[in-house]
């Protein structure tokens, strides 16, 4: 019986079942592999990638015993997306303006009030 790839794609967070070599994708039920901003659309510091990867880890250690399906991918990756909007709202995370296309795709910057 051969392994079937599933996968989440949202817009900011790729999902898959599957470990890297190689940096090649191996399909494995076992091993979850999270993309994490695929298109640098964000400035990323290391404190902000860790909150998102333990909020990926605290996720998957929710979904233990459940069914590995892409219906509870989609979860996860839905989850995720708002945690990265949290973090934009609460300023620990920017928009990269060097981005190949700036759509700000999860709301306009913040900007200072003028006073």
Not at 49 to 57: A, P, S
Not at 78 to 104: M, P
Request: aromatic share 6%; with cysteine.
């Amino acid at each position: 019986m051969t392994e079937t790839l599933l996968k989440c794609t949202t817009r900011h967070v790729r999902l898959f079942t599957a470990r890297v070599e190689n940096n090649t994708l191996v399909e494995d039920s076992s091993s979850l592999t999270l993309d994490l901003d695929p298109d640098n659309e964000f400035m990323w510091t290391e404190e902000v990638i860790n909150k998102v990867h333990q909020r990926f880890r605290d996720l998957v250690a929710a979904q233990e015993g459940l069914e590995l399906s892409e219906y509870n991918l989609r979860r996860i990756g839905s989850d995720l997306e708002g945690t990265i909007r949290q973090l934009l709202q609460a300023g620990e995370l920017s928009y990269n303006t060097n981005c190949r296309v700036l759509n700000y795709s999860m709301g306009l910057p913040r900007t200072p009030e003028l006073l």
